[in-house]
C-alpha cells in the first residue's frame, strides 16, 4: 500500500514542501481543474507536473480527476467529440507514466454538502449532509459553494444542467455510461492506464438528479460493463459510508479479489439521524464516526492491497483555513493514523 495525499497544484495553499514533511506520505494524487473541461490534457503539462512532484520527492501516483463532460453524461449527440478527446487525455497520462485515473459519472455536482462549517462537538468544524438543508439553499446559493473539484458552472448553466436532466432517467445514465467505457477502455488498456469511478457522494439522489453509483450492487453492475481490470473501482469509504447497507469491509474483499479496486479514499463519517443518507464528516480515527477503520484497513490489507490509498477529508482545526475539507492538519493526522493502523496489521 502507498499513502498518498490529493495537492491540487500550484494555486493549492497546502504546498509539496508540507506535504514532503508527513512522513508517511509518498504519492501524490493532483489533477489539472484548470484546464476547461472536455478539453484535452495535453502531455507537457502532465510531465510539467510531474517533475515538480518528483523534485520534491514524491511520485505523481494517481490523476484524480478528468471530469466528464456533461454531453457524455446525459448523452447528447456531440458526446463522441468529447470521449474523443478523453481518449487523448488517457494516452497523454500513459506516456507520461500516470497509471491510475480516478473519476465520476455524477451528472452535474460533484460531491455535495449543504453545510461546510458545521462546529463539531470539540470545536473543530466539518463539512456535513443534511437532505433537509440542501433542500433548503436555492441554485444560486449552491453555484457560489464551489467545492473543489466542481466544473465551475455559471448560474444560467446549472439551471439549465438541472432542467436537462429532469427527463434523464438512471437507467439512460447506466448506458450512457456503459457507452463511455466501451469506447475508454480498449483506450486505457492500451495506453497502460486503469480507471477507477468514484462512487456518488453522497450515495443518494441530490436535486432530483438520476445518480447511480451508490451501492455495491452498482460498483458490481459497473465492473460487469466492461469485463476488464481497466474498469475499476476507487473505493471510497466516506461516500458510500453513509449509506448503511454496504458493507465496506465486505466490499473491499469482493472487489480486491477480482483485482478491481485501483484506488483507496479511506475516511471517517458520522451517520446522523436526521435522515437516512445524512452525516458529518469526522476525524479518520473509528472513535469519531460510525466505520470501524481497523476493519476497512484490515480488509484492504487481507487482499494485499499494492494501490496507493488518500486519507480523505479532514476537518478544519487549530486555525486553519484553506479548501473545504483539503487542509493540511487533520488529514495529515488522518494519514498518520492510517499508516499506523496498517503497520500494525501487516506485521501481525
Ligand atoms: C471529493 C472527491 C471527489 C472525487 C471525484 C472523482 O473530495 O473525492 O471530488 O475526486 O468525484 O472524480
Redesign the pocket.
Known sequence: MEITF?WYGENDPVTLENIKQVPVLKGIVT?FFDIPIGDVIPYETIIDRKRKIEEHGLRFSVL?????HEDIKSGKPTRDKWIANYCESIRNMGKAGIKIL???F?PVF??TRSDLNRELSDGSHALSYQAKELQSLNIEKLSKMD????VPYSFDELKQWLALYQNISEETIWSNLAYFLKKVIPVAEEAGVVMA?????PPVSVFGLPRIIRSFEALKRLTELVDSKANGI?L?S??LGPNKNVDLPKAIRYFGEKGRIHFG?VRNVNRLPSGEFDFHEAAHVSSSGSLDMYEIMKAYADINFQGPIRP??GRKIWGETGLP??GLFDRSLGAMYLAGLWEAIIKK
Open positions: 490529493r489533477s484524480e480527476s478528468i471530469n466528464v480516478c473519476y465520476n455524477m460533484d460531491w467545492l473543489p473539484a466542481w469511478i468514484h462512487p456518488d457522494d476507487t471510497c466516506g461516500s479514499h480523505d477529508h475539507g483539503y
